[in-house]
């Protein structure tokens, strides 16, 4: 069986609801294993800041882009120029993938509920228009100029894992240079109340995006892998989300609901304890609540 490669990691962005830094250069800051935070709201009542996206994009562009793009674009903005990309400088060479759980959740509720109010006769176009999965992914490619593949991946708490396979074969397959990878999710208390089973009891809901600019494995930056049905390896650090938080032995104590940014963001942490030199190789163990199928995420030093 041929092996499966390392994707090296240029630039990474992250904006979330629950304490997330703008970067991993900020993130390297933080304390490792990182304490959980404080919540005195509900994920939905504290959304994340998105002020700065003012800097990047005219208020006229986003004039009907709603938040759950705007969080994946200011993360997307925020992984493009760490890694040295301006988002003019975008050529077809470059694929977008998008990991996400439950997509526009809000667009989708408000949609619902104009149907309830209405009828289906005066039910909101706006609102249907946003609320199919793949709405975040085709704002971004035409935001971002990104003229190359681009896909979207929902495989609830999954789909950070499923992203960053496609990521692997775009790369492998030479159909890109540069995957811009994302997760993005948002939270609604109407859908949440709806389908509590694929909620965590204890931890908050997480609502934001987290995108990685990867390349083809390179000396000198760090190193994401994705194995499937796998067990993290004996000896080095591990996280642990999704149904696998049940289990003993994790080096970080969870703190996230269930969705792709459980996933993604253990992942930012493991790749910012690694910026620190705090440790070399940290796996991120992720099993899904549906059939407990499992997925080991592997962050890796530079070569």
């Known amino acids: 069986m041929k092996a499966i490669p390392f994707l090296s990691v240029t630039g990474v962005g992250v904006v979330h609801s629950t304490g997330g830094k703008d970067s991993i250069e900020i993130v390297k800051?933080?304390?490792?294993p990182h304490a959980s935070p404080a919540f005195s709201e509900p994920a939905d009542k504290v959304r994340p800041d998105i002020a700065r996206l003012a800097a990047y994009l005219p208020a006229k562009k986003l004039r009907r882009v709603p938040f759950y793009a705007r969080m994946a674009l200011l993360a997307a903005f925020d992984a493009l120029q760490q890694a040295g990309l301006p988002h003019e400088a975008m050529e077809s060479r470059m694929a977008l993938v998008?990991?996400?759980a439950f997509?526009?959740?809000q667009m989708n509720m408000n949609f619902m509920d104009s149907i309830i109010d209405n009828g289906p006769q005066l039910s909101s176009p706006t609102a249907f228009s946003h609320a199919v999965n793949n709405v975040g992914t085709g704002l971004l490619s035409l935001l971002l100029g990104i003229h190359g593949p681009c896909?979207?991946?929902?495989q609830f708490e999954l789909s950070f894992a499923g992203a960053l396979?496609?990521?692997t074969a775009l790369l492998s397959s030479q159909r890109a240079d540069v995957v811009l990878l994302g997760v993005v999710d948002e939270v609604d208390s109407r859908f949440s109340a709806c389908?509590?089973?694929l909620f965590r009891d204890g931890l908050p809901l997480t609502e934001g995006a987290a995108f990685f600019c990867l390349k083809c494995e390179t000396p000198g930056l760090p190193r994401l892998r994705t194995l499937w049905g796998a067990d993290a390896d004996r000896g080095i650090s591990v996280f642990l989300s999704g149904t696998a938080c049940s289990q003993n032995g994790t080096d970080h104590e969870?703190?996230?609901?269930?969705g792709p940014m459980t996933h993604a963001l253990d992942v930012v942490h493991a790749l910012a304890a690694i910026h620190r030199g705090e440790t070399a190789a940290v796996d991120c163990l992720c099993r899904s609540t549906c059939g407990g199928r499992g997925v080991v995420v592997q962050a890796r030093s530079a070569l």
């Open 103 to 105: 997509s526009c959740v």
């Open 254 to 258: 969870p703190q996230w609901g269930h």
């Open 29 to 32: 800051d933080m304390p490792w």
């Open 195 to 197: 389908c509590p089973q």
């Open 151 to 154: 896909f979207t991946v929902s």
């Open 98 to 100: 998008l990991g996400t």
């Open 165 to 167: 396979t496609t990521a």
